[in-house]
């Protein structure tokens, strides 16, 4: 497999370079853009942990996004660096499938543990646009398989990186936030931390109505798939506004699966941000935290 890598000049960044790796080819999910951020000075005469984010398109320039909004990891990172709070690294920025997002993003053990008629009624659900939230079956099974088995193989040849799980982490926000949980479940032996910001906990749109099935599922799962303390670490926030005024009561059910499973403040942190709603402006003002965290020297 072999790609050439372009200069994302259409990105403008604040600081370090982009590369960027059109149509990322798999035989697990569908190609997708796949976005590398260099720091200043990157050589390949050092060595770089490595940080994997996912909705990649929406990191760097909010004069590309579609809300006009962005993490600006380039600036959050490189200003971290330079006051040497964390450890080298570059960030591989992959972009979400699109309408496929819910279903690459959506934790597949968990919705396949609930019965059937449930998987059913969640497949049915629109968004507030109309169209399906679901645009396909649930395979975040699959985008995993991608991260682990094609993209990480890829850039670890491609760049100058440490390989070992105590410098592979795992980053997202709400829906991106359970697939980062999942994956650091899944594959506790390739990351060696996760950010899960703002996470999804309700799994679905908010529903005022209904009882909502899928928490109880990810509590479950949770309790039976945690990695191990002593060698993986793991973040969590959310916010009290908007749609992140839904995730206190289960973010609390999930703190205490972290207590019993033995987490500490060594290896976990939960943080709550009064006021901060469900938005790329509240995530880039509380990044440094989980960045901090994790990639700490």
Known sequence: MSFLPLLAQEL???????????????QFVTARNVDVWLPEGYSPQKKYAVLYMHDGQMLYDASTTWNKQAWEIDTVMSRLLKEKKVRDCIVVGIWNGGKKRHCEYFPQKPFESLPKNVQDSLYKLNRDTGYPLF??????????????????????????????????FIAGSSMGGLISMYAICEYPKIFGGAACISTHWIGVMPQEKNPN?????????????????????IYFDYGTATIDAYYPPFQKQADAIMKSKGFSDKNWITREFIGEDHSEKAWQKRLHIPFEFLLAL
């Open 12 to 26: 403008k960044v604040s600081a370090g370079t982009l590369q960027r790796f059109p149509d990322f080819a798999s």
């Open 135 to 168: 645009a396909e079956k649930v395979q975040s099974d699959q985008y995993l398989k991608f991260l682990v088995k094609e993209l990480k193989p890829f850039i670890d040849k491609k760049f100058s990186t440490k390989k070992d799980q105590q410098n592979t």
């Open 213 to 233: 099935p899928v928490p109880s599922a990810f509590m479950n799962y949770l309790q039976k798939k945690l990695p191990n303390p002593k060698k993986n670490k």
